[in-house]
């Protein structure tokens, strides 16, 4: 069982464009980061989101966490061939004592100049 | 400071033969976690240790798989006798807390 999936798991779009990939759980997270991995790199921490609802905006990357905690989202406005990369959301559960972090398969994303 | 670092970057090995993965998590942090990707697949847990004490091992996959963190400092995963199927990107993360940081990784292929 997959306890975060992550959509859509590919997508390719022409730069400036605007998308919006999804990370939705049943189950409640304490928090939700959202990494991004590119070739021959591990992940690399974009964001931490904490509180059901909050919304976190890094330049043109808009990230919110879902009122229940259950879900995340990531909105990229004006899409660049830089935004290019593997996108992963992962969390501790809530009420796991020892913080271990569980990771969505990603969405690869690929833009086209 | 530095961030996590992993060593070797690569390593292609025979079936059958052994190999060690070295971690170094950032200074200070207590918690630190091996994780594995198979290609194709996600990003998989494989256990988690408090400084030196092993607080999860469940994703560990099989007792050919060995990991020691002396000290509660560096850690280190051994594969011993590695399969065809070990064959993925093994990855350390460090954590002080609920984020965490991630070294490079070591793409290992088993052939």
């Known amino acids: 069982t997959q306890l975060l999936e992550q959509s859509p798991q590919f997508l390719s779009i022409q730069e400036g464009e605007n998308l919006t990939v999804y990370c939705n759980s049943s189950?409640?997270?304490?928090?939700l980061q959202w990494y991004r991995q590119e070739p021959g790199e591990g992940p690399v921490l974009l964001v931490t989101?904490?509180?059901?609802?909050e919304v976190k905006k890094l330049k043109r990357l808009t990230f919110q966490f879902g009122d229940a905690r259950k879900d995340s989202s990531l909105h990229i406005t004006a899409a660049q061939p830089g935004d290019t990369g593997l996108y992963l959301c992962?969390?501790?559960?809530?009420?796991?004592?020892?913080?271990?972090?569980?990771f969505g398969k990603g969405t690869r994303l690929h833009i086209l100049p | 400071e530095a961030g996590v670092t992993q060593f070797p970057s690569h390593s292609v090995i025979e079936k059958g033969q052994t190999v060690t993965l070295r971690c170094d998590p950032i200074?200070?942090?207590?918690?630190l976690y091996w994780y594995r990707r198979v290609m194709g697949k996600e990003i998989k847990f494989l256990l988690h240790?408090?400084?030196?004490?092993?607080?999860?091992e469940s994703g560990m996959p099989n007792n050919r798989f060995l990991a020691e963190r002396t000290g509660g400092t560096y850690s280190t995963l051994k594969v011993q006798p590695a399969e065809l199927e070990d064959s993925g990107v093994y990855f350390c993360?460090?954590?002080?807390?609920?984020?965490?940081?991630f070294g490079q990784g070591t793409r290992l292929t088993v052939v």
């Open positions: 993360a460090s954590s002080q807390g609920r984020t965490a940081f």
């Open positions: 189950s409640v997270f304490s928090s």
């Open positions: 989101v904490v509180t059901g609802g």
């Open positions: 992962a969390g501790p559960l809530v009420g796991n004592r020892d913080d271990k972090i569980i």
């Open positions: 200074s200070g942090h207590d918690n």
């Open positions: 240790f408090v400084k030196e004490s092993k607080q999860d």
